[in-house]
């Protein structure tokens, strides 16, 4: 099973300001990795997959990036809606898995 | 629009069986390339995928729960049908259903999910 390490745990920011997750493979996963936003109460929202391709109505400020078995989630200028948990997927091998998931906090 | 929504119980017993249902719109799993996945997140953990089942019937299990799943479909009826044995109070958790395709894919579309606790 592949293992997904996500880092930080918490990061802190201020509204405005870049954001940026880490997401790290096992081992590689190609460039089939998913980056998913969840809001307290609410089902995960696909943001990003293929590594770098944003979902259907995601803004610009979402970026992916990476291959292999390192990944990158980086958001531009942090708006208020955006504060909330991510999490990275591999879907490259079975089982399908997931990191433990990045909050982004208001600092 | 696509559409997934979960139902069930919210509540059963130690050694019971667990039956949730997804029933989806906008979509059909008689389309090739289709699949509906069941993801689960214990309480303020993360996320963990159970099982999946393709338009061909194909299915896929977690390994570690495969002995306790089974995941069957009626596309007739726009329903998934996920089966769990065996129940523990670990795991409780929301149950999420997903639409998916054929993989390598992700899950682009969730359902609300539905929590289900396992407690006597």
């Known amino acids: 099973e592949i293992v997904m390490t996500q880092s930080p745990a918490t990061l802190s920011v201020s509204p405005g300001e870049r954001a940026t997750l880490s997401c790290r493979a096992s081992?590689?996963?190609?460039?089939?990795l998913a980056w998913y936003q969840q809001k307290p109460g609410q089902a995960p929202r696909l943001l990003i997959y293929?590594?770098?391709t944003r979902a259907t109505g995601i803004p610009a400020r979402f970026t992916g990036s990476g291959s292999g078995t390192e990944f990158t989630l980086t958001i531009s200028s942090l708006q208020s809606e955006d504060f909330a948990v991510y999490y990275c997927?591999?879907?490259?091998?079975?089982?399908?898995?997931f990191g433990g998931g990045t909050k982004v906090e208001i600092k | 629009q696509i559409t997934l929504k979960e139902s069930g119980p919210t509540l059963v017993k130690p050694t019971q069986t667990l039956t949730l249902t997804c029933t989806f719109s906008?979509?059909?799993?008689?389309?090739?390339?289709?699949?509906v996945g069941w993801i689960r997140q214990p309480p303020g953990k993360a996320l963990e995928w159970l099982a999946l089942?393709?338009?061909?019937?194909?299915?896929r299990y977690s390994p570690s729960l495969k002995s306790r799943l089974t995941i069957t479909k009626d596309t007739s009826k726009n329903q998934v049908v996920l089966t769990m044995t065996n129940m523990d109070p670990v795991d409780t958790a929301t149950y999420y259903c997903?639409?998916?395709?054929?993989?390598?894919?992700?899950?682009?579309?969730w359902g609300q999910g539905t929590l289900v606790t396992v407690s006597s």
């Open positions: 906008g979509f059909s799993l008689s389309t090739s390339g289709v699949g």
């Open positions: 081992q590689s996963v190609s460039s089939n």
């Open positions: 997903a639409h998916g395709q054929i993989q390598p894919s992700p899950w682009f579309d």
């Open positions: 997927q591999q879907y490259n091998n079975w089982p399908q898995t």
């Open positions: 293929g590594a770098s």
């Open positions: 089942i393709y338009w061909d019937d194909n299915k």
